[in-house]
């Protein structure tokens, strides 16, 4: 029972140790993506960027494509055999 008790004693020393070593790095996202370079959002990270947004970009034309055919597929009547 005791454990129990110390528990929430325990997380909060954890966490509050681990939030005071992290750095804060928005300010310098911040400056990365307000340049104006004349570059598009989602092309200003880099390389990493360019290939999320390309694989984000494939996926959904494809599950649209997949939807579309399904909802074609299902108000076309099938000819019985």
Do not use: C
């Amino acid at each position: 029972m005791n454990r129990l008790r110390i528990l929430p004693v325990l997380l909060s020393r954890g966490f509050s140790r681990s939030a005071q070593s992290l750095k804060n790095r928005v300010p310098e996202a911040q400056k990365l993506f307000q340049e104006d370079n004349g570059l598009p959002v989602h092309i200003k990270g880099g390389t990493v960027d360019v290939v999320l947004y390309r694989i984000t970009m494939t996926l959904t034309l494809a599950g649209t494509g997949y939807s579309i055919f399904w909802l074609l597929r299902a108000a076309v009547p099938q000819k019985k055999a």
